[in-house]
């Protein structure tokens, strides 16, 4: 008996060792959300979204807000296809998803067919203190060169104010820790301008943007869908 006790522990203990390790594994993945937005002006067509070889979005067209999906973290093969194909994909690339949530922009980096890349950006969707809101821009403009950005009281003009956002240029938000602005919750005017002027860029103002208490939301500037101006905004819903 104590021949045969001396050979069942030894292997329980393996067993045991074993299970541990596989729920270790398990356990470091956790689930993290992304959204996806076409702002590239080189695709005319919409297009579909695969992730790790599934299909989780279709026909999404350019300059169209994107809502949360979830996904496991770590890296993810992100594919995207003219709507209705699934070879000779526009874009295939692994993106590192991180704890939290990331927003992934499909931009052109000039204007050949070829040159689109998919940019991640981190969010932050920490709930604003009580009173007051959160506003980031991403700046995803080919051709509306570096910029300035006023967020100003509904109705109020820019002269004589500086710029809650300076210098902004194409593919960036602001660095942390000012990647948001912490904002009182009220209504807005957001003005984009060229940089180092208050020169207001073609089209790109939002009057009387109202942000209530909680909410996070993350304006995008984009080309015209054939590039260059009119210039628009994406308004994305981060939080509330």
Do not use: W
């Not at 069942?8 to 356990?27: D, E, Q, R, S, Y």
């Not at 210098?167 to 948001?180: D, E, R, S």
């Not at 209504?187 to 790109?204: E, K, R, W």
């Amino acid at each position: 008996m104590r021949g045969k006790l001396s050979r069942i522990v030894p292997f329980a203990v393996a067993l045991i060792c074993l299970a541990v390790a596989f729920l270790t594994v398990g356990c470091s993945t956790s689930k993290v959300r992304y959204r996806f937005v076409q702002a590239a002006t080189t695709i005319q067509n919409n297009v579909d979204l695969q992730v790790d070889g599934k299909t989780v979005q279709s026909a999404v067209g350019y300059g169209q807000p994107g809502t949360y999906h979830s996904a496991s973290s770590g890296s993810r093969k992100f594919d995207i296809f003219n709507t209705g194909t699934t070879t000779n994909p526009i874009v295939s690339e692994s993106v590192k998803l991180g704890s939290g949530d990331t927003t992934l922009i499909l931009q052109n980096t000039d204007t050949t067919a070829t040159a689109n890349v998919l940019s991640p950006y981190t969010d932050d969707n920490t709930a604003p203190t009580t009173g007051n809101a959160k506003l980031r821009i991403i700046h995803s403009s080919l051709n509306a060169g570096r910029v300035d950005v006023y967020v100003v009281p509904t109705g109020q003009s820019i002269a004589g104010f500086n710029p809650q956002i300076s210098g902004l240029t194409f593919q960036q938000a602001p660095a942390p820790p000012n990647t948001y602005l912490s904002l009182s919750a009220a209504s807005y005017d957001v003005i984009v301008t060229q940089a180092g002027t208050q020169n207001i860029l073609n089209n790109l103002i939002t009057n009387n943007y109202s942000l209530a208490s909680g909410q996070i939301r993350t304006f995008v500037i984009i080309d015209s869908s054939f590039g260059g101006g009119p210039f628009q905004e994406i308004i994305l819903n981060d939080l509330n």
